[in-house]
């Protein structure tokens, strides 16, 4: 009853084309979005800000660029964390070199950086498939970990290893609270967004599905899997550099190539499972999740006055994660992107049984 | 479906309650602890973890607290991983009625990614024995304190009693000298002091990394067999300490020409490795193992009570009894500042000022129980370290023995290399040099 | 020159037989039920506690035996509260499966058997051998664990194949790996299969973590040669027991020479701050090598149909 398109008519072409037909669903979008620009500023703390506002958006950009080779190319990778590095290394890199380029441009070259590395890299998919490509984009993440652990020129010559960065500005006004920090990242996470959302409707978008349901299939109707493939890992590498990129700027403001290691790429790759494959909505779901529940799960005990040691704790939320992510795979193979579905579903016939 | 919402509303619920933080009585400090009891490096942070909540406990139970201000302490586990130690600091520091008196990671890279977050929220860092180097220049890392000794201090008295055993600065020429270093900024600290020294000197360096978590040596050791360097220095930290000393073993490497960090000195580090330990050394952060004059205290007001974080014969230990000094210097820091600003819970600031105050004296380590486990310390702006003195002690398969004097860092080489290494990140961040006064 | 070599040749070839018996617990399920089982990693470190910690207690023959029952324990809970709710699924939400079983595995082995260094004691020397002393300067070493851990690697690898060859169960889990439908259209029932096999790399953990173990002291970290095993288990093939094997001691070998030669190299020509390049050669290796063989050494050929 809440969610009907009965009665909707889409008049032109173009109406039908918009990215968001359901005017329902625009209204949806445009909602959280000012949400998150004007009511949340009101209320949130710092704590709020830097440690769920800002990570969940960064990652939920890292998880839609993983979905977006995963779960609408059909390419699974364990890879991410590598690329994310490339961003953040080739972004501090221009900002220390050419230190009066404005801050967008330096996250999208941290973003082009790490397209080009990740079609480098993309590469052998289109010999290998399935776990034999998940391990072998592990030799990306490895490999791409090492080389900003050792090639000293990536950490300008820093004795430590550990590169940092200050006095952020954009357009003249600094980027020092965390309001702003997150304002900036919500405004590059929608925008971002919103084109993916554009691009996989679109002729990539088909060609990558077209791949991902069955690649020889997909060749013989005329998709070239080259182009295909790697125009996938182009752009995933390409939002998963930006997200890298941001999360070094905005989230850590120093860090060293661990930030960065392979348990990254697990958490980005549970996001998008526990979203939702092949879905953006469930990118930013999934990352919620991930970043959300231990948070969650560290406060628990203390919220409800059992006691219990700090180790016992932290064993339980490695138990209850694991737990919890075969529990979910089981109840809902598809994510929690398929419990929107089913509760948009629900709400269209609500309170009618039919 | 009905589940569902039920745990909706459960969620909810505990969120709420979350942003809702409990009244705490007023005459309370608080004092985050950063832990890790789980995970590749637990077998060393537990122990410490347990030093610092006991003598929490025990200033609480014995003096009601530091001057009538009880300390209360809220463990966070980390794991050792820099992002989520970040996360255990912002979420505790607002903790208490006067935020965080100070924090102590136990983790260089938490120290490296904490040190500018604590400028903009007046909370010092104590890192006891790491952290960066060139962060005891206090004008320049004025909420950094590293305590007791950096890595520069302690890389310098190993070559001083290597020197010393080769009778002789100029007899360290042409001798070969490999560092086996944890893959991260607290592994990679002492390569600056170590290639000065070697400039000076005239011995060769060889520089081999172990990747995180350290269980993976055994090519640096087939580099090792090779090369035969006369000495190797371990910069380790957990598994990777133990492994390193078995991967010798294997290799035949000979141990008492092995020199490990403070961190690659204490019980879990040569246990695993049984008999083939013995005679494997290291540097000390001044104490070694074994009980003292404090533990008759501990024992009446927090062992007899069960109140105890460890075993009672595990409270010998190095890395205890070195949680125990680091709480202590905390606490004294805290009622320096109180000398000052009252009786009463002190902020950040004030515990800084405390901390860049602190001077304890040979008389007050008595008084305080800690005869014979440090000595005398006394910090200013000029130098947040405070004392740079340390001993080679050795591990004869049973315990650690002392087997050297005191060393204490050439200044000669260490402050030159201090003042140019906070200049140039004063000019990258854009700090401008200067004392606090208060 | 010829000595060092030689000496990282054999190390190196010791080393690829313990990654080849943490890849062998993979194949083994991979082959019978076409699980990609991340959480063997978790299983070695589980195995390996068990045995450790139960050895404080009792003579180490009955820690064994004792573990050899948990794992089989284990194996029957992953197969009744994990496998067989998501039969018929996607290969990917499986793999994710075994990844969240690999974390319950991880916390809860810490939290039954601590998260201590613990020590497993085979009563062999630590001191390393030496041979032809005379021939190279300072002889060639050869580690005596490091042996023990090679032939025991063997005999394991010879009674599963006999097992596989011979036994009744061995032929039907070879029906399994073969056909899955024709084998249950004769009769075989999966579940009891399925269990068998997690069962039998369960028992193949408790040697990898033994090995492991007394190598290392048992800690958390011995989870992680799980990463050391995905490399031999593309190069050999996932579905290849010799290829396992194979796949192992080419790595071993690979990597530790790599590291040992090419690193100071690489460090020398392009100014590195320290080499450990054997964190990536092996994948790369793997990698390199996939081009040319997509299915691996000895996997089975891949005919895809419309």
Same mark, same amino acid.
């Given at each position: 009853m809440f969610y009907r398109e009965a009665g909707q008519f889409k008049t032109t072409y173009k109406a039908d084309q918009a990215i968001f037909p359901i005017v329902q669903d625009r209204w949806f979008v445009i909602g959280v979005l000012a949400f998150a620009v004007l009511i949340l500023p009101l209320f949130a703390n710092q704590y709020l800000?830097?440690?769920?506002?800002?990570?969940?958006?960064?990652?939920?950009?890292?998880?839609?660029?993983?979905?977006?080779?995963?779960?609408?190319?059909?390419?699974?990778?364990?890879?991410?964390?590598?690329?994310?590095?490339?961003?953040?290394?080739?972004?501090?890199?221009?900002?220390?070199?050419?230190?009066?380029?404005? /801050?967008? +441009? +330096?996250?999208?070259?941290?973003?082009?950086?790490?397209?080009?590395?990740?079609?480098?890299?993309?590469?052998?998919?289109?010999?290998?498939?399935?776990?034999?490509?998940?391990?072998?984009?592990?030799?990306?993440?490895?490999?791409?970990?090492?080389?900003?652990?050792?090639?000293?020129?990536?950490?300008?010559?820093?004795?430590?290893?550990? %590169?940092?960065v200050a006095n952020l500005e954009l357009f003249g006004i600094p980027i020092d609270t965390p309001m702003r920090k997150y304002l900036?990242?919500?405004?590059? +996470?929608?925008?971002?967004?919103?084109?993916?959302?554009?691009?996989?409707?679109?002729?990539?978008?088909?060609?990558?599905?077209?791949?991902?349901?069955?690649?020889?299939?997909?060749?013989?109707?005329?998709?070239?899997?080259?182009?295909?493939?790697?125009?996938?890992?182009? %752009?995933?590498?390409?939002? +998963?550099? %930006?997200?890298?990129?941001?999360?070094?700027?905005?989230?850590?403001?120093?860090?060293?190539?661990?930030?960065?290691?392979?348990?990254?790429?697990?958490?980005? /790759?549970?996001?998008?499972?526990?979203?939702?494959?092949?879905?953006?909505?469930?990118s930013f779901l999934g990352a919620a999740f991930i970043v959300l529940l231990p948070i969650f799960l560290n406060q628990v005990p203390g919220l409800l006055g059992i006691p219990l040691s700090t180790a016992m704790v932290s064993h339980l939320e490695f138990m209850i994660f694991g737990a919890m992510i075969v529990f979910f795979l089981i109840v809902e193979p598809h994510g929690l992107a398929r419990l929107w579905a089913i509760a948009k579903e629900k709400l269209r016939l609500w309170p009618f049984p039919f | 479906m009905m589940l569902k919402l039920v745990g909706?509303?459960?969620?909810?619920?505990?969120?709420?309650?979350?942003?809702?933080?409990?009244?705490?009585?007023?005459?309370?400090?608080? $004092?985050?602890?950063?832990?890790?009891?789980?995970?590749?490096?637990?077998?060393?942070?537990?122990?410490?973890?347990?030093?610092?909540?006991?003598?929490?406990?025990?200033?609480?139970?014995?003096?009601?607290?530091?001057?009538?201000?009880? $300390?209360?302490?809220?463990?966070?586990? &980390?794991?050792?991983?820099?992002?989520?130690?970040?996360?255990?600091?912002?979420?505790?520091?607002?903790? =208490?009625?006067?935020?965080?008196?100070?924090?102590?990671?136990?983790?260089?890279?938490?120290?490296?990614?904490?040190?500018?977050?604590? #400028?903009?929220?007046?909370?010092?860092?104590?890192?006891?024995?790491?952290?960066?180097?060139?962060?005891?220049?206090?004008?320049? &890392?004025?909420?950094?304190?590293?305590?007791? =000794?950096?890595?520069? #201090?302690?890389?310098?008295?190993?070559?001083?009693? $290597?020197?010393?055993?080769?009778?002789?600065?100029?007899?360290?020429?042409?001798?070969?000298?490999?560092l086996v270093y944890h893959d991260s900024p607290y592994g990679k600290e002492p390569i600056a002091l170590l290639t000065e020294r070697a400039k000076l000197h005239g011995f060769e360096t060889m &520089?081999?990394?172990?990747?995180?978590?350290?269980?993976?040596?055994?090519?640096?050791?087939?580099?090792?067999?090779?090369?035969?360097?006369?000495?190797?220095?371990?910069?380790?930290?957990?598994?990777?300490?133990? #492994?390193? $000393?078995?991967?010798?073993?294997?290799?035949?490497?000979?141990?008492?020409?092995?020199?490990?960090?403070?961190?690659?000195?204490?019980?879990?580090?040569?246990?695993?490795?049984?008999?083939?330990?013995?005679?494997?050394?290291?540097?000390?952060?001044?104490?070694t193992a074994g009980q003292f004059k404090l533990h008759e205290d501990l024992k009446k007001h927090v062992y007899d009570k069960n109140q105890g974080s460890a075993k009672w014969d595990e409270t010998g230990e190095i890395l205890y009894v070195r949680g125990l000094i680091n709480a202590m210097l905390g606490v004294e820091a805290i009622r320096t500042a109180q000398a000052r600003f009252g009786n009463k819970p002190m902020t950040g600031e004030q515990v800084r000022w405390g901390l860049e105050n602190l001077n304890i004296s040979a008389q007050r380590i008595t008084q305080l129980g800690f005869d014979g486990v440090m000595k005398p310390i006394k910090v200013s702006c000029a130098d947040h370290e405070g004392a740079r003195t340390g001993r080679i002690q050795t591990w004869d398969g049973k315990n650690w023995k002392i087997t050297s004097d005191w060393y204490e860092s050439d200044d000669k080489v260490i402050a030159p290399m201090v003042k140019d290494a906070a200049a140039k990140y004063a000019a990258e961040k854009k700090i401008a040099p200067g004392c606090l006064t208060n | 020159m010829l000595g060092p070599v030689l000496e990282t040749l054999i190390g190196g070839l010791l080393t690829g037989v313990l990654y080849a018996l943490v890849a062998l617990g993979f194949v083994l399920i991979f082959k019978a039920s076409g699980v990609f089982n991340f959480a063997q990693g978790a299983m070695v470190l589980f195995a390996a506690l068990s045995v450790a910690r139960l050895s404080e207690m009792m003579p180490l023959v009955v820690a064994v035996a004792l573990s050899v029952v948990i794992m089989i324990v284990l194996a029957y809970a992953i197969e009744f509260l994990v496998l067989r709710r998501l039969v018929n699924q996607e290969g990917i939400i499986l793999f994710m499966a075994t990844l969240g079983i690999a974390y319950f595995l991880e916390g809860f082995g810490e939290t039954v058997w601590g998260s201590n260094i613990y020590k497993i004691n085979l009563g062999i020397p630590k001191e390393p051998m030496f041979f032809f002393e005379s021939v190279f300067p300072g002889g060639l070493l050869i580690d005596r664990e490091e042996v023990a851990a090679a032939v025991g690697c063997a005999v394991l690898v010879a009674a599963l194949a006999i097992f596989f060859q011979v036994t009744r169960v061995g032929r039907a889990l070879r029906a399994v790996a073969d056909d899955h439908q024709a084998a249950q259209s004769v009769g075989i029932p999966l579940n009891t299969i399925w269990l068998i096999v997690w069962a039998v790399s369960g028992i193949v953990a408790i040697a990898a973590g033994m090995v492991w173990g007394s190598k290392l002291g048992v800690q958390f970290s011995i989870s992680l040669v799980a990463l050391k095993a995905l490399p031999v288990l593309i190069l050999g093939g996932l579905t290849s027991i010799p290829g396992?094997?194979?796949?192992?001691?080419?790595?071993?070998?690979?990597?530790?020479?790599?590291?040992?030669?090419?690193?100071?190299?690489?460090?020398?020509? @392009?100014?590195?701050?320290?080499?450990?390049?054997?964190?990536? @050669?092996?994948?790369?290796?793997?990698?390199? @090598?996939?081009? @040319?063989?997509?299915?691996?050494?000895f996997g089975e050929r891949i005919i895809e149909r419309i």
């Open positions: 800000y830097t440690e769920v506002l800002i990570p969940v958006l960064i990652l939920s950009l890292a998880a839609i660029g993983l979905n977006i080779l995963t779960g609408y190319c059909g390419q699974l990778s364990l890879g991410t964390g590598g690329f994310m590095a490339v961003g953040a290394y080739a972004a501090y890199n221009l900002a220390l070199r050419v230190p009066e380029t404005n /801050l967008i +441009v +330096v996250f999208l070259f941290g973003g082009v950086m790490a397209m080009l590395v990740g079609v480098l890299f993309g590469i052998p998919s289109l010999r290998i498939k399935g776990f034999y490509l998940a391990v072998a984009t592990l030799a990306s993440q490895f490999f791409l970990e090492w080389a900003f652990a050792r090639v000293k020129w990536f950490t300008n010559y820093a004795p430590s290893g550990s %590169v940092a900036l990242v919500l405004f590059i +996470v929608a925008v971002l967004a919103l084109a993916a959302k554009n691009l996989i409707r679109g002729r990539l978008g088909r060609m990558w599905m077209a791949t991902r349901d069955m690649d020889i299939a997909a060749e013989i109707i005329g998709i070239r899997p080259l182009h295909a493939k790697l125009s996938a890992f182009a %752009v995933s590498s390409f939002y +998963v550099g %930006v997200a890298g990129a941001m999360w070094g700027f905005l989230r850590l403001g120093s860090w060293e190539p661990l930030a960065f290691d392979i348990n990254r790429s697990f958490q980005i /790759l549970f996001m998008v499972i526990i979203g939702g494959l092949g879905s953006i909505l469930g | 909706i509303a459960v969620a909810a619920a505990v969120g709420g309650v979350a942003f809702a933080a409990p009244a705490l009585a007023q005459n309370e400090q608080f $004092i985050p602890a950063l832990v890790y009891r789980t995970g590749a490096y637990a077998p060393n942070g537990v122990p410490f973890a347990n030093g610092i909540a006991d003598y929490y406990k025990l200033v609480n139970a014995r003096d009601n607290g530091i001057n009538g201000v009880k $300390i209360v302490t809220e463990e966070c586990e &980390f794991g050792y991983a820099t992002d989520r130690g970040v996360e255990c600091y912002e979420r505790l520091k607002k903790n =208490g009625p006067t935020g965080a008196a100070y924090v102590i990671p136990l983790s260089t890279g938490v120290t490296f990614a904490l040190t500018e977050k604590t #400028t903009t929220d007046k909370i010092p860092i104590i890192s006891m024995g790491y952290g960066r180097s060139e962060s005891r220049d206090g004008s320049v &890392f004025q909420w950094n304190f590293p305590l007791l =000794g950096t890595y520069w #201090t302690a890389s310098d008295i190993i070559v001083q009693h $290597i020197a010393k055993k080769e009778v002789g600065l100029d007899k360290l020429k042409g001798k070969k000298i490999a &520089f081999l990394p172990v990747t995180h978590p350290g269980v993976e040596q055994k090519a640096t050791w087939l580099q090792i067999r090779q090369n035969r360097p006369d000495y190797v220095l371990l910069w380790g930290w957990g598994v990777m300490n133990s #492994t390193s $000393i078995k991967e010798a073993v294997a290799v035949g490497y000979a141990r008492d020409k092995m020199y490990g960090v403070w961190w690659s000195g204490a019980e879990p580090d040569v246990r695993p490795a049984e008999a083939g330990a013995t005679g494997y050394n290291a540097v000390t952060l001044q104490h | 396992a094997i194979v796949g192992g001691l080419i790595i071993g070998a690979g990597e530790k020479l790599a590291e040992v030669l090419l690193g100071p190299l690489l460090v020398r020509w @392009f100014d590195l701050a320290g080499g450990g390049i054997e964190n990536w @050669f092996a994948y790369m290796l793997a990698l390199v @090598f996939l081009l @040319f063989r997509p299915q691996g050494l």
